[in-house]
Nanobody
Framework: QVQLLESGGGLVQAGGSLRLSCAFS??????????MGWFRRAPGKERQFVAA???????????DSLKGRFIISRANADNAKNTVYLQMNSLKPEDTAIYYC?????????????????WGQGTQVTVSS
């Protein structure tokens, strides 16, 4: 079983930045065997893909509309942090959403939520104009 715990959300003014963190924990499997993703759900909208990162961190994928503003990264077991990050810059009011971390035990990344086996509870990000 895998647990994911997001943190770092909050209220920020438009143009500001936030860094979200997602801590991975499991008694039976290693963080370094999962590709990781971030998704978000805005009020009244469906869940949307944000970004994904491969097992080793060498391959990343972003929603086209977010390229250049959001950066996904990960700290693997070599430094025992087992955490994936989402750096969000130049935030806009339309970025307001609950942000979810997800894990999938496959080598390739995915932008489809159905491809992820584990999900966190989410962290609220609110961007004021």
């Amino acid at each position: 079983q895998v647990q994911l715990l997001e943190s770092g959300g909050g209220l920020v003014q438009a143009g500001g930045s936030l860094r979200l963190s997602c801590a991975f924990s499991s008694l039976s499997t290693a963080f370094s065997t999962y590709t990781m993703g971030w998704f978000r759900r805005a009020p009244g909208k469906e869940r949307q893909f944000v970004a994904a990162i491969s097992i080793g961190g060498g391959n990343t994928r972003y929603a086209d509309s977010l390229k250049g503003r959001f950066i996904i990264s990960r700290a693997n077991a070599d430094n025992a942090k087992n955490t994936v990050y989402l750096q969000m810059n130049s935030l806009k009011p339309e970025d307001t959403a609950i942000y979810y971390c997800a894990a999938r035990r496959f080598i390739d990344t995915s932008e489809y939520s159905s491809g992820y086996q584990y999900w966190g509870q989410g962290t609220q990000v609110t961007v004021s104009s």
